[in-house]
T-cell receptor, first 114, second 113 residues
Framework: QQQVKQSPQSLIVQKGGISIINCAYE??????FPWYQQFPGKGPALLIA?????SEKKEGRFTISFNKSAKQFSLHIMDSQPGDSATYFC?????????????FGPGTRLSVLP | SAVISQKPSRDICQRGTSLTIQCQVDSQVTMMFWYRQQPGQSLTLIATANQGSEATYESGFVIDKFPISRPNLTFSTLTVSNMSPEDSSIYLC??????????FGPGTRLTVL
């Protein structure tokens, strides 16, 4: 129930195309859904996040779509650029008394071809 | 967002030895977290470290193997004890932001021979 599923495992997109990564969760207690971007040799960096009270959030070329009833959320990268080539992790979190529990998806390796 | 630094950035260690990883944050934070990221894998929470109390470990991780210190609100250490090649991973510390987000350090890449 704590698992977050993510697909695809890898994705190749042409420059200017749309990259779409999907995630699904089971535990309805999750109340925060971030996306992280990780470049090789670096720590994950927060890209964009959403809470379950909204269905969509857009920041620049990055959009999260959230479907609470289906327990699914997705990241859309518009006008994908070679610099977007990285590994993307979705996550879901909930707060506990001793802290916050983040569960990460397995990651999607995105390659944007020039 | 918080600025987090980790030392060392990478190390190569012999089996059976121990390595202590340091995490420094540029602001005071209540909770700090330690994660492990095995090669090509996702992030797995090792433990949560609050200042002034013992760390809380996730299932599969024990204090004898991964002792943690949290002496103040800007610093924490994670020790990987009695290392084996299976401990080769990236170890990441993170902190909470003001709006539930987590900010990660650059990671420590550990290779155990």
């Amino acid at each position: 129930q704590q698992q977050v599923k993510q697909s695809p495992q890898s994705l190749i997109v042409q420059k200017g195309g749309i990259s779409i990564i999907n995630c699904a969760y089971e535990n309805t207690a999750f109340d925060y859904f971030p996306w992280y971007q990780q470049f090789p040799g670096k720590g994950p960096a927060l890209l964009i996040a959403i809470r379950p009270d909204v269905s969509e959030k857009k920041e620049g070329r990055f959009t999260i779509s959230f479907n609470k009833s289906a327990k699914q959320f997705s990241l859309h990268i518009m006008d994908s650029q070679p610099g977007d080539s990285a590994t993307y992790f979705c996550a879901a979190s909930m707060r506990f008394s001793h802290g916050q529990n983040f569960v990460f998806g397995p990651g999607t390796r995105l390659s944007v071809l020039p | 967002s918080a600025v987090i630094s980790q030392k060392p950035s990478r190390d190569i260690c012999q089996r059976g030895t121990s390595l202590t990883i340091q995490c420094q944050v540029d602001s005071q934070v209540t909770m700090m977290f330690w994660y492990r990221q095995q090669p090509g894998q996702s992030l797995t929470l090792i433990a949560t470290a609050n200042q002034g109390s013992e760390a809380t470990y996730e299932s599969g991780f024990v204090i004898d193997k991964f002792p943690i210190s949290r002496p103040n609100l800007t610093f924490s250490t994670l020790t990987v004890s009695n290392m084996s090649p299976e401990d080769s991973s990236i170890y990441l510390c993170s902190v909470d932001g003001v709006a539930n987000e987590q900010f990660f350090g650059p990671g420590t890449r550990l290779t155990v021979l």
